[in-house]
């Protein structure tokens, strides 16, 4: 069975002032509460999405390396030879079944 537009029915906590201004356009264009959330989720949608993926750029709040600090600390070799090769003469060597 397909539902149709006027079968659904959301439950929405908008804040009071909110509420009143969706009630007036309601009022003002004799038409459903619904309706009118639906169309302003249908136009404000585009605008959310693209405010959301700007926020989202960045997911950490520590600043990053200068450019010519990173240079220098990956031009750099790894210190930790001797430890890599312990590790790796620790390992099993045969595989069991």
């Known amino acids: 069975m397909r539902k149709t537009k006027a079968d659904y029915n959301y439950?929405?906590?908008?804040?009071?002032?909110?509420?009143?201004?969706?009630?007036?356009?309601?009022?003002?264009?004799?038409?459903?509460?619904?309706?009118?959330?639906?169309?302003?989720?249908?136009?404000?949608?585009?605008?959310?999405?693209?405010?959301?993926?700007a926020e989202s750029g960045r997911i950490t709040n520590v600043d990053p390396l200068p450019k010519k600090t990173l240079k220098r600390l990956y031009a750099e070799p790894d210190d930790d030879t001797r430890q890599i090769a312990r590790m790796m003469a620790a390992q099993c060597k045969t595989i069991e079944e």
């Open 11 to 53: 439950p929405l906590r908008l804040p009071p002032a909110d509420a009143e201004a969706v009630n007036e356009v309601c009022r003002q264009n004799r038409t459903s509460f619904n309706r009118v959330v639906a169309l302003c989720v249908r136009k404000a949608l585009p605008a959310v999405r693209e405010t959301l993926a």
